[in-house]
């Protein structure tokens, strides 16, 4: 099994709650494909302070972005846990409370995808907007907090912009104040800069840093780039679905 | 404009403008379809229920057995007897070309009978009994040219044209009344008659017309066995004409619609497919199974509002054409009924839902990975 302890990052959590210290803990995590022929995570074990600057790095194949679906709430795990302030995540477990995965992804985790993922049928405004749809509270509520997160994010010129017309970093930037517009407490980047210049890559991982830091949000980020990796505050590298550092 | 979640899914649907567009066509077709078929054959009930009420008959006595609309002739003696009945007037009613292009119905009526009052003669005089003479509907007239004097051809007999008349059935405004003796010849009817339309006395004091009208029916069912006496309103939904172009009309549709929801069913499956990445991304974002389904639910609704709007203008535009062709015109008003229209639009808004339900359940049912993994 392998294991890695995080300390407290720069910034207090959004919201308290739950009675673990850790926000996020992960304890012998295994999962597995096709009836257990192809084994992507091999029981890890983790735990993520609140406001920690987590990096996670790896080869293709090494278990990361298993790991971090896990942590999103995107999937279960075969066996083991993975904990949200001392709550598990997903289908109860040994009698454990847990928070339903819908509710757990709506509610505390953000996504940031490589590839953006906006919706092309909708402008800058729209696609922040979307993780709100369906939900109560008032149109403008949720515009104002599109436009105050674009405008955060420099993209107060590009709001009705939509993604064709946008670069590739300002689509980037869109989809980050997309994950923020719920007010996570944790935010999960699938790597963030994989489709990025280097000019890009370095606005937008200033961009996570000073998210991280303003909003208190914990950030968990998977690149396989370990200059990328050491701008955040602890770094686990993953091989064969084990963490190896 | 304001992202809303209704919004939100008609964007979906309107990206790929040309499936879309092929999508509607086909919805339409099947609404249109409905509305032109079942608005006209329930234009023709209303158009029976007109004639009845025009004419102040409050029952219509005809065989039981629903195919056979045959009565004797020797039931009006006994009709006579029953103290409730004012009057029974004897009638024939059949289809009828007139020339190769035009059908029409035909009615044999004697020339006392009290169903004169709902007619109003525009130009010549009522026909006499016994003989080969005709009055002619004015849709019907105009249609054909003929006016007082001029003669017709029905089944191979000439018969003179004395008079022109108006009513306020478009059954009767587009039909041909001759003698009830020519038209027991003519359909080869001898001694039988289609059926026998009663007016009744006023119900007693004390006696409420329902009652009055039940002793009626009760009467006609214990003097006449074999025969039934039903109001006229029921007659007007039940008659064989009535209940076949329903039939034709719900039969039809139902096909066209049928056609439709698959092209609704094939536009969201793919629709569905296509965006697989995206509904992973939605799942990601924390929407739930259930909110995934009923975006894709309200997408193919609004399909289906959008081509069932689409339907209604077709149906309506091709009751029009069907009121103008001589070859309809004289069966029916063209009017749209409200119900109709409704009924269009639910319709459609059902096919939507039921043809977007297996799309969206399937959609509903990625798993966000599987769903972000998709190529």
């Known amino acids: ?245 | 404009m304001r992202l809303s979640f209704v919004g939100f899914a008609w964007r979906n649907v309107w990206r790929r403008r040309l499936r879309t567009a092929l999508t509607l066509c086909g919805i339409g077709m099947g609404i249109g379809a409905f509305v032109a078929l079942v608005g006209f054959s329930r234009s023709f009930e209303h158009a029976w229920l007109e004639m009845y009420a025009n004419a102040g008959t409050d029952l219509a006595v005809v065989q039981k057995t629903f195919l056979n609309t045959e009565v004797d002739q020797s039931a009006g003696a006994v009709l006579a007897r029953i103290p409730q009945i004012a009057m029974a007037a004897p009638m024939v009613i059949n289809m009828m070309a007139v020339t190769p292009e035009v059908n029409t119905l035909v009615y044999g009526w004697k020339s006392d009978t009290f169903e004169f009052s709902a007619i109003n003669i525009l130009s010549g005089r009522r026909f006499q009994d016994g003989t080969q003479e005709v009055m002619l509907g004015e849709l019907l007239a105009g249609s054909l040219n003929k006016k007082v004097g001029d003669s017709i051809n029905l089944q191979g007999t000439e018969f003179k044209v004395v008079g022109i008349f108006r009513s306020g059935s478009a059954l009767e405004t587009g039909a041909i009344i001759m003698p009830i003796s020519e038209m027991q010849a003519l359909s080869g009817m001898s001694g039988k008659v289609t059926a026998y339309h009663v007016r009744l006395k006023p119900a007693p004091p004390g006696v409420s017309p329902e009652e009055w009208r039940k002793e009626a029916e009760d009467a006609v069912a214990k003097d006449l066995p074999g025969l039934r006496a039903v109001p006229a309103a029921q007659r007007a939904a039940n008659n064989q004409l009535v209940v076949l172009a329903h039939a034709a009309a719900w039969g039809t549709s139902l096909i066209a619609l049928l056609v439709a929801a698959l092209g609704i069913a094939n536009t969201m499956a793919m629709s569905v497919f296509e965006r697989t990445k995206e509904i992973g991304v939605l799942r990601a974002m924390g929407w739930s199974r259930h909110r995934v389904m009923l975006l894709i639910l309200i997408e193919a609704a609004a399909l289906g509002v959008a081509g069932g709007a689409a339907g209604v203008l077709l149906g309506w535009g091709a009751l029009h054409v069907l009121g103008a062709l001589p070859q309809t015109a004289s069966i029916a008003s063209t009017t749209l009924p409200l119900q109709t229209l409704i009924d269009g639009l639910l319709m459609a808004i059902l096919v939507g839902v039921l043809a977007g339900s297996v799309p969206a359940w399937r959609g509903a049912k990625l798993s966000p990975v599987e769903a972000l993994r998709h190529e």
């Not at chain 1, 509520?141 to 590009?158: P, Q, S, T």
């Open chain 1, 1 to 245: 099994m392998s294991s890695a302890t995080g300390r407290p990052g720069g910034a207090a959590g959004a919201e308290s709650g739950g009675s673990s210290p850790w926000i996020l803990e992960v304890r012998d995590v295994k999962k597995s494909y096709e009836c257990g022929r192809i084994e992507a995570l091999r029981g890890v074990s983790l735990v993520v302070a609140r406001g920690d600057f987590l990096a996670i790095t790896g080869a293709s194949g090494s278990g990361k972005s298993t790991l971090l679906h896990l942590l999103g709430g995107l999937d279960t795990p075969s066996e083991g846990t993975v904990l949200f302030r001392g709550e598990c995540v997903g289908p109860m477990r040994n009698g454990l409370a847990c928070i339903d995965l819908d509710t757990y992804r709506a509610r505390f985790a953000g996504f940031i995808f490589q590839s953006f993922h906006l919706l092309p049928a909708l402008n800058a405004m729209e696609n922040v907007q979307v993780p709100l749809l369906g939900n109560k509270g008032h149109h403008e509520h949720r515009e104002e907090k599109a436009r105050a997160l674009l405008v955060e994010l420099g993209l107060e010129h590009r709001l009705r912009q939509y993604p064709t017309q946008l670069s590739a970093g300002e689509r980037q930037r869109v989809a980050i104040a997309r994950a923020l517009v719920n007010e996570p407490q944790v935010l999960l980047a699938d790597e963030p800069t994989g489709n990025l210049d280097s000019v890009n890559s370095a606005r937008i991982l200033e961009i996570l840093a000073a998210v991280q830091e303003r909003h208190g949000t914990t950030l968990v980020m998977v690149t396989h780039d370990l200059s990328i990796a050491a701008t955040a505050h602890r770094h686990i590298a993953m091989k064969d679905g084990r963490i190896c550092d």
